[in-house]
């Protein structure tokens, strides 16, 4: 990822607001992987963990909960 754009920032905030990655990808219309991989993309370009990745689905770190609630 060179840069952030809309669309990437609009999955993470599926992925927050549902608790998962596969109903985020249902929600954007997307393929689970592709969301796992643009969430993973944006990750490494901030250099910080955005979730805790589980079973049952995903949890905000502290990093992705101020990314969460920042304004844009």
């Known amino acids: 990822m060179k840069k952030l754009d809309v669309s990437t920032l609009e999955i993470f905030i599926a992925a927050v607001e549902e608790r998962s990655l596969s109903r985020a ?18 990750e490494e370009y901030l250099k910080k ?8 689905g995903v949890e905000p770190t502290p990093a992705g909960t101020l990314l969460y609630h920042m304004p844009m």
């Open 49 to 56: 963990p955005l979730f805790l990745r589980h079973g049952r």
């Open 25 to 42: 990808a249902e929600r954007e219309n997307l393929v689970t992987s592709s969301v796992s991989k643009r969430i993973t993309e944006l």
